[in-house]
Structure formats: C-alpha cells, structure tokens
C-alpha cells in the first residue's frame, strides 16, 4: 500500500475514522415527530401564551420561556401526544442508520413526548439531546450544531441530515455548515407537492418529500 502524496499518517488516518463513521440522522421532536393537540388550542384560549408563542419565533428568551410553559404541560400530563402523520414510516426507513432526536426541550420532556407517541425504541437514550440541557446553546445558534457534531462524534457518527419545523433553526444549521443535507418541514405547506430549494436549504410539506427517504 503507498501512501498517497501530500497526506501525512495523521491526517490520514483522521480521513480513514472520519468515512468509518455512522451516518446519524437528526430530527426535531416537537411538531417534527410529534403532535401535542391540545397546545394549539391552550393558544387559542390564552391570549398571553399566544403573544408569547408569536416572540418566541424571532426571540430566543421567549423561545425558553415558551418551552419552560410547555415542559410543565408535559410533565403533569396535560397534553397527549400524538405521532405526526408520516413520521413513523420515514423513521422506519432511516433506522439503518442511527436516528438522533434533537430538540428544545428538556431531556425529560423529549423522552415523554417520544414515548408516548411510541418512538422511543427508535432512539438510544444517548441519542436523545437537549440542546439546553445536552449542549448548553440554542438550536437558534449556528454554534449549537458544530456543538451537536461533536458529541455525535464521540459516539462514531457524523450528521448528514437534520429536519426541523422551525425555519430560524434550519437556517442556523445551514450557516453553521456543519450538516450537509437540511430541510425545513413547514407544517403550512402542506400543499406543496415537491421540495422547495431554499438558501441553503430545502423546505419540504411533509416528511416523506426527503430524498434520503425510498431510496
């Protein structure tokens, strides 16, 4: 075997680690993979809640305040938790790989949400990351998804994919550079019949638009 050129045993045996690690798909949890019907009627109800909800899109401290509200829905078993239509299928199809379940809430409330809409068993526990809680920095920071390809790393993976239904957090991924297949799944658009190329990005109207899915 002869060492190529200009590579020296370092960098290539990072090169050699680096293609023998899993590829690890990453969703989002809430409104990605899981519904929670009786939050949008709270929202409707609560006038407060659905100002907040509306700073919580542009705000990231609304944004944690949002969550905080939602973790305590959670945890005293006021909301059900329903699977998102499509969403166990897809997962079906990616569990060749390694599936990671990255999202806002907390450890505990990701969990919940999961097990409830029977998707749990599809996630080492490991796998399940808050990005408070796990990573220590919002999913809004492009900072938070370098953050996540490290701890990804120190388990043999690398991501190659990561949805969510929060555009501000995709394009966070997609300046951070860090993953390269990404896709805002836009719970309005469900009338769209195929992906949109964004910047950066592609906005899809449902899960199974993703072109890792029925390969």
Do not use: C
């Not at 920071?141 to 929060?166: C, E, I, M, R, W």
Request: proline share 4%; net charge neutral; glycine share 6%.
């Amino acid at each position: 075997w002869i060492q190529p050129k200009g590579l020296n045993s370092g960098t290539l045996l990072l090169a050699l680690w680096f293609l023998k690690m899993k590829d690890a798909y990453v969703f989002d949890v809430w409104e990605t993979l899981v519904d929670t019907p009786e939050w949008d009627v709270l929202l409707k109800e609560d006038p407060e809640l659905s100002a907040l909800s509306e700073r919580a899109k542009t705000d990231v401290p609304s944004k944690r305040r949002l969550v905080e509200i939602f973790d305590e829905k959670v945890q005293t078993g006021k909301l059900t938790r329903v699977e998102v239509s499509g969403a166990r299928s897809v997962l079906e199809q990616l569990v060749s790989g390694s599936l990671v379940a990255f999202s806002s809430g907390s450890n505990f409330t990701n969990q919940a949400l999961l097990e409830a809409a029977g998707f749990k068993d599809y996630f080492d526990s490991s796998m399940i990351i808050s990005d408070a809680d796990t990573l220590k920095v919002s999913k809004a920071d492009p900072k938070a998804y370098q953050s996540l390809a490290d701890y990804l790393q120190t388990h043999g993976l690398k991501p190659v994919l990561f949805v969510d239904n929060t555009q501000r957090n995709v394009v966070a991924a997609s300046e951070s550079r860090v993953i390269p297949s990404l896709y805002h799944f836009d719970r309005t658009a469900s009338g769209l019949l195929v992906p949109q190329q964004m910047k950066g990005y592609m906005k899809i109207g449902s899960l199974n638009q993703m072109k890792e899915v029925g390969k």
